[in-house]
């Protein structure tokens, strides 16, 4: 399978799992949703390593690689979903896509690449979306502009994450080994916080909460897989766009499942518009 067709399956297996958080979270809170999606996917992604031969002899660094991806995932998590909790799945699924323009902003600091006009033109599309989105009449204000820094910080430590893992990858390309690595390292912090009173406190297992959060485990399993075998083949500057074609097909699932919990007005759908051609743009430049 070629990159691009991995990158578009990670693409409509992370929309899956907004729009099955949204559900959820009407029931139960963006905690319950973490340490249950994490362990679903844990747990999925463990039993076909020891399934399919076992854990392979790989070098330390590639291991560690994905365990400092696993913890950074941790908060890409935690942000997204209390993100869709207070956002929505769709506004929390746009901002979140702009991870690209992190990266590429970490590139011109740090490795001295050149601006160009076509960068600078992707950039302001990009900003130009979020200011859409965060942007609206007093009338219709649903959210607070100060929660877009959920996000954003998903969005940050999405992009951060992208070259960790693919440095990991070029040392050992073992993608199902390494994925289910990086789901174990996130869920150690949270079970190892289940000691604390006010982290049970925050833990609400409802119902009617558990069938969306257990397929939100699922659809990350396939997600986090798809999107590790993409960066092992191919390079973040393919995979990265493609990946954030998931708010079309949050913007599809919410039009068609979930207009009952959340509308998706014009301005928004412009706005998605304008992120995604800005991130295709940035990474054309």
Request: one cysteine or more.
């Amino acid at each position: 399978m070629s990159p691009q067709f991995l990158a578009l399956v990670t693409s409509f297996f992370y929309a899956g799992c907004f729009l099955a958080t949204r559900r959820g979270l009407v029931y139960s809170t963006p905690s319950t949703a973490a340490y249950v999606a994490l362990a679903v996917n844990t747990t999925i992604l463990w039993t076909i390593v020891f399934l399919t031969g076992g854990i392979p002899d790989i070098p330390w660094v590639a291991t560690l690689c994905f365990v400092a991806g696993g913890w950074i995932q941790l908060g890409t998590r935690l942000f997204a979903y209390h993100g869709v909790a207070r956002l929505g799945a769709s506004v929390t699924s746009t901002v979140q896509s702009t991870n690209p323009l992190f990266g590429t902003a970490l590139a011109v600091l740090f490795l001295h690449e050149t601006v160009t006009p076509l960068l600078l033109s992707g950039t302001g599309a990009v900003v130009l979306g979020i200011v859409l989105l965060s942007w609206h009449p007093q009338q219709q204000k649903t959210y607070r502009t100060w929660e877009l820094l959920f996000p954003l910080a998903a969005a940050l430590t999405a992009g951060v994450n992208h070259p960790i893992r693919r440095y990991g990858l070029t040392i050992a390309n073992e993608p199902l080994f390494l994925s289910a690595v990086m789901g174990a390292a996130a869920l150690s912090p949270l079970l190892l916080n289940l000691f604390s009173r006010r982290a049970r406190e925050s833990i609400v297992f409802d119902r009617r909460a558990m069938p969306y959060f257990l397929v939100t485990g699922v659809f990350e399993a396939v997600g986090i897989w798809a999107l590790v075998a993409a960066l092992g083949i191919g390079n973040v500057v393919v995979v990265g766009p493609i990946v954030c074609v998931a708010p079309l097909w949050v913007l599809l699932g919410t039009v068609l499942f979930s207009r009952d919990i959340e509308q998706v007005t014009l301005r928004t759908g412009i706005a998605t518009l304008f992120v995604i051609a800005g991130i295709v743009v940035i990474y054309l430049a």
